[in-house]
């Protein structure tokens, strides 16, 4: 039993992380309405910046700030440039595959170019002590990602709930045409929207480094974590991001510990996650039903 | 797209059947003008083509994205590997065993494909090319798990039968290991880009391109859409398993990191930047893929070889975005705004003749 609790609390120490990733991949489905293949990349990137702030001195929380301020100016960018000339990205799907596939690519390879090719050690946010509750010992740093989520959960509510951008943002995403005919300057609100998912990626960043190393591989394994977490919850539901991560955490840390094949695949379970609920329901547990017109 | 046989002009024709005499010749002397490592390297640019001509059918010409042929590429290059090694099979029938292996692959990913589109099917394709590696590497008894698989064969080694990497053995003098290498792959390769030639222009070709453009449209013409969705993702994998043999057994050797999910990307680059929904595009984009890695790259100082992917990238992204069609849709851009200026000079002279007839 207790062993259960202990890999019951990594997984949702985990499922915070991936609930993270997909939050920012929530953001840019809502408003520009693709799968963002880059945004594990972006992640990378953006916790290289918070690294090499830390590096010349800075306290880790105030880098990790800085990282996302970098973060959020690179996917500005990146939406303005690459993003904003495709057009409505369900009628090229290729061409939105092949941009997102050109993203990662080239953040990937700018990332080595500007940091090297050799893993850094990452500090963990929350430090290296845990506590033991009951029995089972439990990590700051996982209680950290769990409060950072539930922190960042509170934020993205009140931005797209209780302020005006947020409500611009909504009407984007509902309807991006009316939106525009009724003065909501769109582009600006997309970009801002990429800004935003770039900025979340970097905590995501931030959490998964300390395990893994920081290297530019850093978040392909996590983005396909993230991707099952929103698949699960539906493409376009903040709240399904959530409950999705924590499903997908708690689950590759839960089954490994009953069937040994999934120990060094922790990523197959996600996998037959994503397909079954592509097949069987597609919108996810929280998402939107869509329709298709001929 | 291209012009038909039947409207060529017979001076097209005659510079058509030119270039394609010139790339043959091409084609057959490289291997005796540059040393071994370099006809390695050309051979493993097939190998890509290969892979690449199979990912267009699928997602150039039937509009299905796959960001998961490498996957198929590795199942194919582990099947040869296992079938030569630990069963001992024949190098040939190792090869075409691989793309029946991958053409069953394909078909039993071809049939959720029929409910998943689009960036979804993206989706679904990276996971498991993110997830193959892993995979390989579960099964060590049969796969040689993270450490690779050699290649060999039993073969009589200083009176002793012993398992040596294979290799390629030139049945006559004139030509090197590599070069009869090069050739039996060139052989396999040409035969490959012919077929797929051959099954684009046919009827199921033209279904591929109508399922592509409208699927509702295409179904109610009477076109058996989930059948031929199916078929040509069986296809495309086996065209990709294809490439993975050559690859393979170019190498002598398959490991788990050369069939990471930055190969299913690179195929994709391959298709986008050559030109998807074209025959050549595929080998053109292989070609350059090729010439930027295993040339371009290596001269650069080691601080800065991660260039490479950057320039790629970018590459792709401004093509996307300027040019879909790739270097094919270049050239043929180019060259129809050449036959229009020729026509409206011609026009032109016609106008003035006019007045004084």
């Known amino acids: ?294 | 797209m291209s012009t038909s046989a039947h409207d060529r002009t017979p001076q097209q024709r005659w510079v058509r059947g030119g270039t394609w005499l010139a790339v043959a010749v091409v084609l057959l002397i490289v291997p005796t003008q540059f040393p071994q490592f370099r006809v390695e390297q050309f051979c493993s640019w097939m190998a890509l083509a290969v892979a690449a001509c199979g990912l267009n059918l699928l997602t150039g010409y039937n509009g299905q994205i796959s960001v998961g042929h490498g996957a198929l590429y590795g199942v194919g290059a582990y099947t040869t590997a296992i079938l030569i090694t630990k069963a001992g099979w024949p190098i040939l029938p190792s090869a075409v065993a691989a793309a029946v292996v991958c053409f069953v692959v394909g078909v039993v990913i071809g049939l959720p494909a029929l409910r998943i589109k689009g960036l979804y099917l993206a989706l679904v394709t990276l996971a498991v090319a993110t997830l193959f590696p892993l995979v390989i590497e579960q099964f060590p008894g049969l796969t040689g798990g993270g450490n690779g698989l050699a290649i060999t064969s039993p073969r009589l080694y200083r009176g002793v039968v012993r398992d040596k990497p294979i290799v390629f053995e030139s049945p006559t003098s004139a030509l090197a290991g590599d070069q009869w290498k090069y050739y039996l792959f060139l052989a396999a390769t040409v035969l490959c880009f012919l077929l797929t030639r051959n099954l684009v222009h046919s009827r199921m070709g033209r279904s591929l391109v109508a399922i592509r453009d409208n699927e509702t449209a295409a179904e109610v013409s009477g076109v058996p859409v989930a059948t031929v969705k199916i078929l040509t993702f069986g296809i495309s994998s086996a065209l990709a398993g294809v490439g993975g043999a050559i690859f393979a057994l170019n190498n002598a050797r398959v490991n788990p990191s050369s069939f990471t999910i930055v190969v299913s990307i690179y195929l994709l680059v391959a298709v986008v930047t050559g030109g998807a929904a074209s025959i050549v595009g595929p080998a053109l984009g292989a070609v350059l893929f090729g010439v930027f890695t295993d040339v371009v790259s290596p001269s650069l100082p080691a601080r800065l070889q991660p260039a490479t992917p950057v320039i790629l990238g970018v590459l792709l992204i401004v093509l996307m975005l300027t040019a879909p069609g790739g270097l094919v849709g270049i050239a043929q851009t180019f060259r129809s705004r050449l036959a229009a200026r020729r026509l409206r000079s011609a026009g032109d002279g016609a106008a003035g003749a006019a007045p004084a007839a």
Not at chain 1, 77 to 106: E, K, S, Y
Not at chain 1, 238 to 248: F, N, R, T, Y
Not at chain 1, 252 to 271: C, D, G, H, N, W
């Open chain 1, 1 to 294: 039993m207790n062993n259960f609790l202990q890999v019951l609390v990594v997984g949702i120490g985990d499922g915070a992380v991936y609930a993270m990733l997909g939050l920012g991949l929530v953001v840019i489905y809502r408003s520009t309405g693709l799968l963002n293949f880059a945004q594990g990349e972006l992640a990378m990137f953006s916790t290289f910046i918070t690294w090499t702030i830390w590096e010349v001195g800075v306290p880790l929380p105030l880098a990790v700030l800085g990282g996302m301020v970098g973060g959020f100016l690179v996917g500005a960018l990146i939406h303005q440039v690459a993003v904003r000339p495709l057009g409505d990205p369900h009628l090229r799907p290729l061409a939105t595959v092949i941009v997102t596939i050109g993203l990662f690519l080239g953040v990937n390879g700018a990332a080595q170019l500007i940091w090297g090719t050799l893993d850094k050690d990452f500090p963990k946010l929350f430090g290296e002590s845990q506590v033991t509750v009951g029995g089972v010992a439990v990590a700051w740093q996982k209680i950290g990602a769990v409060l950072v989520l539930a922190l960042m959960v509170l934020v993205f509510w009140f931005l797209f709930q209780r302020t005006k951008v947020g409500l611009a943002m909504r009407a984007v995403a509902s309807n991006s045409e009316s939106a525009a005919l009724v003065g909501v300057p769109v582009p600006r609100l997309l970009m801002l929207g990429w800004g935003l998912a770039a900025a979340v990626g970097t905590v995501a960043g931030v959490f998964t480094a300390p395990n893994l190393g920081l290297g530019s591989n850093l978040m392909q394994l996590t983005l396909i974590f993230g991707f099952a977490a929103i698949t699960l919850g539906g493409f376009d539901s903040p709240l399904g991001a959530v409950v999705g991560g924590m499903v997908v955490g708690i689950l590759t840390s839960v089954l490994p510990q009953y069937l040994p094949i999934f120990e060094k695949m922790r990523l197959a379970p996600a996998f037959i996650l994503i397909l079954a609920v592509l097949l069987f329901r597609p919108q996810g547990l929280f998402g939107r039903k869509q329709v298709e017109r001929v």
